[in-house]
C-alpha cells in the first residue's frame, strides 16, 4: 500500500452512501416517526388506561370502534418503521462481520414485519369481526 | 511500513457523564421496547382470539412477573419518548449549553420515573386498586 493509505479519509464510504447505503434518508425517517410517536404514544397510553381490568368483551369492542382502531394502527405501524431503522442502526454499530451483518440485517426486518403484521392483523379482526 | 489510521478513543476513557449515560439508556430502553413489541402484539392477537386466550393475557400481566416487566416497559416508553423529545430540541440546535444540556437530561429521568408513578397510581385507581 501506499503512504497515503493510513490516512485516507472516510470519503470513501460517503461516496458509497454510508454501512446500510442509503444516505440521510434514515435519520430523516427516524425523526418523522419520532414526532409521530409522540401523540401516538400518548393516545396508546390512553387506551390502554382505559382499557385496565376490562372483561373481554369490553376490550374487543373498545378496541374495534373506529378512532381507538385507527390510533392503534398508526401506532402500530409508526412504530414498526422507527424500530427497524433503530434496530438496524444499533446492528450497523456493532456487527461488522459480513456475514453476521447481513443475518441481523434481515432477522431484523423479519421480526419487524411478523410482529407488526400480527398486531395490524388482530385490530382488524377485531374491527371486522368474523 | 503502514501504521495504522488514528481511531477515536472509546467509552471506557471517558468518566461517566449523566448525558452519556441517558445516550446509552435511550439505546438500551429502545431496543427493549423492539422486544416489547411482542407483548402488545400477544395482547392484541388474544384479545382478537377469544375469552380463554385473553385470559391467559390477563392472567401473565396480573402476575408479578407480569407487573415487573409492565412496569418496565411503562418507564422505558416514557422515558424513550421524552429522550426523544429531548433530541429532537438538540436537532434544532438549541440546549447545548452545559447547564443546558444537564437539565435536559436530567428533565428526562426524573419526568420518565414521575410519569410512570402517576400513570400506575392512576392505572390501579382505574382497576379499583391492586389484584
Redesign the interface.
Known amino acids: ?1 501506499t503512504g497515503s ?4 479519509t472516510p470519503m470513501r464510504r460517503v461516496r458509497g452512501l454510508g454501512a446500510a447505503r442509503s444516505g440521510t434518508s434514515h435519520f430523516w425517517h427516524q ?1 418523522v416517526t ?2 409521530a ?2 401523540p401516538l ?1 400518548i393516545g396508546l ?1 390512553l387506551i390502554i ?2 382499557l ?2 376490562r372483561s ?2 369490553a ?2 369492542q373498545i ?1 374495534g370502534s373506529p378512532i381507538v382502531a385507527i390510533i ?1 394502527l398508526l401506532f ?1 405501524i409508526n ?2 418503521y422507527h ?1 427497524w431503522i ?2 438496524q442502526e ?1 446492528i450497523l454499530d456493532y456487527v461488522h462481520e459480513e456475514k453476521w451483518k447481513l443475518l441481523t440485517l434481515m432477522a431484523n426486518t423479519f421480526f419487524v414485519f411478523a ?2 403484521l ?2 395490524v ?3 382488524l ?2 374491527s371486522f369481526g368474523v | 511500513m ?4 488514528p481511531l477515536s478513543p472509546h467509552l471506557q476513557i471517558y468518566k461517566p457523564m449523566l448525558t452519556m449515560m441517558m445516550s446509552i439508556v435511550h ?1 438500551v430502553t ?2 427493549a ?2 422486544f416489547g ?2 407483548l ?2 400477544w395482547w ?2 388474544a ?2 382470539a ?2 380463554n386466550a ?2 391467559n393475557v390477563e392472567w401473565f400481566m396480573g402476575s408479578l412477573i407480569g407487573q415487573l416487566v409492565l412496569f418496565g416497559y ?1 418507564w422505558a ?1 416514557l422515558h424513550h ?1 421524552l429522550g ?2 429531548r ?2 430540541i438538540w ?1 434544532t440546535i438549541h440546549g447545548f449549553e452545559p447547564a443546558e444540556r444537564e437539565l435536559l437530561t436530567l428533565a428526562t429521568l426524573i419526568g420518565s420515573i414521575a410519569l410512570t408513578l402517576i ?1 400506575w397510581v ?2 390501579y385507581l ?3 386498586g391492586p ?1
Open positions: 500500500m493509505q493510513p490516512m485516507r425523526r419520532s414526532v410517536g409522540i404514544t397510553m388506561t382505559a385496565l381490568g373481554h368483551a376490550v374487543v378496541l392503534m402500530i412504530t414498526a424500530m433503530g434496530m444499533i410482529v407488526s400480527a398486531s392483523y388482530a385490530i379482526k377485531l | 503502514q501504521r495504522p489510521r439505546r429502545g431496543a421496547l423492539y413489541m411482542l402488545l402484539a392484541l392477537i384479545a382478537a377469544g375469552p385473553y385470559a411503562t416508553l419518548m426523544g423529545i433530541h429532537l436537532d400513570l392512576v392505572g382505574v382497576m379499583g389484584r
